[in-house]
């Protein structure tokens, strides 16, 4: 397949390429990056995809995903293990049309994440490349604990990182403050989570949006830190040293804000109904400052050179699946370029995740995973929302609003 577009940008934050062609090879790798004339005599028998007016950029990474949160639907009792399946096999899907071909999943029920690659290896069915941690694990009563593990104490959270490794973790998730401002985990607990992840050679995210909670995250040394709401421009250049990447899930902070901010101006003081909304409205005092921190101080943290991510956590109901093209439009909107917005989403993840060699940058002799956008998307981030066509390792997953994942290759 030939697949020709006015721009292109490569993922690594400042390339931009003009009237190049991509030859994804049958391997599904890129085989050949060149103007589409020396394609087409070179691969004379190819399909060719002429976009025209578009952009070809690398398959998006969504780095803060929860495929199968549940806890949020009004009938949560409902999502026990069979209907979770079904709802985080869906949710990863539905990220092809948003031109995600990678999702790490940040915390799902116990099993899930695992069990939808092993579907895919077995070619049951088509889904984005997941890199997942099991459930997450926090203290006693900390932030989340009716939806993760609970563990106290160094030698419990090793052994609960150890058994979360045998039963096919890939990462460690740790969430050690809500939306108080004391941390949850003592310094010796946290320092023990990274020992045991980094002796195994498995890395660790933390939930961290308050202080002195981040700063503590970031003397243990996690490799990624969720959120950090309320860092400092000194958290930024210790992280930056430190190579402690950050993803700040602007979105989900800004939606619940605004939910909530619409909720009071529509319906004022009257008390709520709904119950998922009821446990939003209690936090709004901590959702305000949220958005504001993040408005306020995003691109000063950014150009401290701390490896930003992008990822999206939104878990609420009703609220829109892996919305990553608004999480990169928020970024640009206080203050990156859009080409800087897509290395967020691309070849940043792509190195944090240790896989920088195969995919997410469009090079030769990486993955075809590669995503078409109408426009140029170089000075227009909003063009995110226009997208035409998804490869996944070289096959097709989305084209024209239609999913390609009806069946998998497990007849073929
Ligand atoms: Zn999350």
Known sequence: MI???????TGDGKTVLTDKAVYIGEDGKIGKIAPKEELLKEFPQEEVKEYGDATLLPGLMDMHAHLAYGYSQPDSFNFGAQLIMLYALQHAQAAFERGITTVRDMSSAHGVCKNLKLAEKKGFIVIPRIVHTDTGICMTGGHAWDEVEEADGPWAIRKEIRKQVRDGAEWVKILTTNREPYPEFTQEELDAAVDECHRRGIKCGVHAGTNPGIQMCIDAGFDTIEHGTFMTLDHAKQMAEKGIAWTPTIMAYTYLYKLCKENIEKNGDAPVSDPVMQKEMANYEFFEPAYKAYRDHFKEFYDT???????????????????????????VEYGITPVQAIQV??????????????????AEGLDADLLVVGGDLSRDITRLKDVKFVTLGGKRVFEDGIRYVGTGNMFM
């Open 3 to 9: 697949i020709s577009t006015k721009y292109l940008i």
């Open 305 to 331: 050179g701390v490896t930003v991510l992008a990822g999206t956590d939104m878990v609420m109901y009703h609220s829109p699946l892996l919305p990553l093209p608004r999480e990169l439009q928020y970024m």
């Open 345 to 362: 989403a691309t070849s940043n993840p792509a190195k944090v995740l240790g896989v920088e060699k195969e995919r997410g940058l469009v």
